[in-house]
């Protein structure tokens, strides 16, 4: 298949091919008490050789997102193309093909690995799916190995328990190597690592992006680590995008309300979002969310509008969206930022 790369300016002007790109990703679960809006209307574009950060509470759509994006299951409505291709035109053979083009890292890393398996033959699980004659297993294994900075002689022989949280990581990173992939999910891959794994984990994953030319997505609940680890962060707020841009743009002048209301809850890396009090503790059921903008039931700042007009993602300034009908201007944005935020001031 002969990608197609699509292209769109980044903000400094270069191009820089879209890798994957969904558009009105919608996920509906059905459950015992009703549909269950888990994602509406989300467009997500990953570019080659850059990290987007997708943040949001426990339950905003995040894992639903990454699902949809590989068809596991695929979205209730929406389309997802890689390279070019519309995976839902795809005849299942076609897909099967496609898909170790996009890898998921997953954040329990003892548990996504088969416990019985050496680290060797467990980075070779790819290489093993599609045999290739010409391809060179060990020497694979030892490169991939290698670059997530585990030496095959020591580590080689090794099984997941006999591996910390952040090597066992690494081992699952080099694995999602081994298939050769154009994407890389990583979902609350350093959330159960002790900081000094964490950091090991996002420089890696920040390297091999950049290295391997990857388009990556990263989801977590952690401003502190997507600080660390994107180029470009999108903000979820039960099921929907508040904002989205640059990373250091948006967290030092967030536009949204909730956003700003994140930003305000985490001054330190690894606290719980929403633990700060500024946020009502927990996000409406998406069994039943509000009319309008979806955050209004937690906004200093909702009016009339907010309940009866959904906020679309508008462009505030070249590269950024905000959905928000009173979007924050930078100095109020920088006064939540320095925890001003209890008091609504307009
Ligand atoms: N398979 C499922 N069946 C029913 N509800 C689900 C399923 N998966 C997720 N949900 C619900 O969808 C919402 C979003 O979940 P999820 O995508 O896992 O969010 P996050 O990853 O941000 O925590 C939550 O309300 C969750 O309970
Ligand atoms: S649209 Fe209204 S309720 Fe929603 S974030 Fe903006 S001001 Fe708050
Ligand atoms: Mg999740």
Do not use: W
């Given at each position: 298949?002969?990608?197609?790369?699509?292209a769109?300016?980044?903000?400094t002007?270069?191009d820089t091919?879209?890798?994957?790109?969904?558009?009105g990703l919608?996920?509906?679960?059905?459950?015992r008490?009703?549909?269950?809006?888990?994602v509406s209307g989300?467009d997500?574009?990953?570019?080659e050789r850059?990290?987007?950060a997708?943040?949001?509470?426990?339950g905003s759509g995040?894992?639903?997102i990454?699902?949809?994006?590989?068809?596991?299951?695929?979205?209730?409505t929406?389309?997802?193309?890689?390279d070019?291709t519309?995976?839902?035109?795809?005849a299942?053979?076609?897909?099967?093909?496609?898909?170790?083009?996009?890898q998921?890292?997953f954040q329990?890393?003892?548990?996504?690995?088969?416990?019985?398996?050496?680290?060797?033959?467990?980075?070779?699980?790819?290489?093993?799916a599609?045999?290739?004659p010409?391809?060179?297993?060990?020497a694979?294994?030892?490169?991939?190995?290698?670059a997530?900075g585990?030496p095959?002689?020591?580590?080689?022989?090794r099984?997941?328990a006999?591996l910390?949280g952040?090597?066992?990581?690494?081992?699952?990173?080099?694995?999602?190597l081994?298939?050769e992939?154009?994407v890389?999910?990583?979902?609350?891959?350093?959330?159960?690592?002790?900081?000094?794994?964490?950091?090991?984990?996002?420089?890696l994953?920040r390297?091999l992006t950049?290295e391997?030319?990857l388009?990556?997505?990263?989801?977590?609940h952690?401003l502190?680590?997507?600080?660390?680890?994107?180029?470009d962060?999108?903000?979820?707020?039960?099921?929907?995008?508040?904002e989205?841009?640059p990373?250091?743009?948006?967290?030092?002048a967030?536009?949204?309300?909730y956003?700003?209301a994140?930003l305000?809850?985490?001054?330190?890396?690894?606290?719980?979002?929403?633990d700060?009090?500024?946020?009502p503790?927990?996000?409406?059921?998406?069994?039943?969310?509000p009319s309008?903008?979806?955050?209004?039931?937690?906004?200093?700042?909702?009016?009339?509008?907010?309940?009866g007009?959904?906020?679309?993602l508008?462009?505030?300034?070249?590269?950024?969206?905000?959905a928000c009908?009173?979007?924050?201007?930078?100095?109020?944005?920088?006064?939540?930022?320095?925890?001003?935020?209890?008091?609504?001031?307009r």
């Open positions: 298949m002969t990608p197609v790369p699509d769109t300016p980044d903000a002007g270069a091919p879209v890798v994957l790109r969904a558009t919608s996920v509906v679960h059905r459950t008490s009703g549909p269950l809006h888990a989300v997500v574009e990953l570019r850059h990290t987007l997708l943040v949001g509470e426990s995040k894992s639903s990454a699902k949809a994006l590989l068809r596991l299951p695929p979205p209730t929406g389309t997802v193309t890689l070019g519309d995976l839902a035109a795809l299942p053979r076609a897909l099967r093909a496609l898909r170790p083009r996009m998921m890292v329990d890393p003892v548990s996504s690995l088969n416990p019985r398996r050496t680290v060797r033959d467990l980075v070779a699980e790819p290489l093993d599609h045999p290739d010409s391809v060179d297993r060990a694979v294994v030892e490169r991939q190995l290698e997530v585990l095959i002689g020591l580590f080689g022989d099984r997941p006999q910390s952040g090597q066992a990581q690494r081992v699952a990173i080099a694995r999602a081994a298939a992939p154009r890389l999910i990583a979902d609350e891959a350093v959330s159960a690592l002790d900081v000094s794994a964490q950091a090991t984990v996002l420089n994953l390297r950049e391997r030319g388009a990556s997505l990263f989801i977590s952690d502190g680590v997507v600080r660390a680890v994107s180029d962060v999108a903000v979820l707020h039960l099921g929907r995008l508040c989205q841009g990373t250091e743009e948006v967290l030092a967030p536009a949204h309300p956003t700003a994140l305000a809850a985490v001054p330190e890396p690894g606290r719980p979002l929403g700060s009090g500024l946020l503790a927990d996000p409406p059921s998406p069994l039943d969310p309008g903008c979806r955050f209004r039931t937690r906004c200093p700042f909702a009016d009339e509008r907010c309940a007009e959904v906020p679309e508008r462009e505030v300034s070249p590269g950024r969206t905000v009908h009173r979007p924050l201007t930078p100095p109020q944005a920088a006064a939540v930022d320095a925890g001003a935020a209890a008091t609504p001031t």
